[in-house]
Nanobody, 116 residues
Framework: QVQLVESGGGLVQAGGSLRLSCAASGRTDSMNVMAWFRQAPGQERSFVAGIRWSDSFTFYADSVKGRFTISRDNARNTLYLHMSSLKPEDTAVYYC?????????WGQGTQVTVSS
């Protein structure tokens, strides 16, 4: 089992930047992929960005390519999401997830609000 705790959300103006963090604990040695998802009010949770733990291969949703960067710190077992050129439509609760052979773990989410 992997436990995940997100932080770094907040209120930012359009065009601004934020960095989200996700601290992992527990069976971190079993993580294969980590990713960020988001869920806006009234919408389904959707994929934002992911990173393969073995080789740091990254992949992104088209809506955030060129604006968001996913990265990791192995020593701290921490996942990051650097968000720039933020838009009001990026407003959502952002969730961190980790996939292992035993299934997926999710954090509690952190709110990001982008004002116009």
């Amino acid at each position: 089992q992997v436990q995940l705790v997100e932080s770094g959300g907040g209120l930012v103006q359009a065009g601004g930047s934020l960095r989200l963090s996700c601290a992992a604990s527990g069976r971190t040695d079993s993580m294969n992929v980590m990713a960020w998802f988001r869920q806006a009010p009234g919408q389904e949770r959707s994929f934002v960005a992911g990173i393969r733990w073995s080789d740091s291969f990254t992949f992104y949703a088209d809506s955030v390519k060129g604006r968001f960067t996913i990265s990791r710190d192995n020593a701290r077992n921490t996942l990051y999401l650097h968000m720039s050129s933020l838009k009001p439509e990026d407003t959502a609760v952002y969730y961190c997830t980790a996939r292992t052979g035993a299934g997926d773990s999710w954090g509690q989410g952190t709110q990001v609000t982008v004002s116009s």
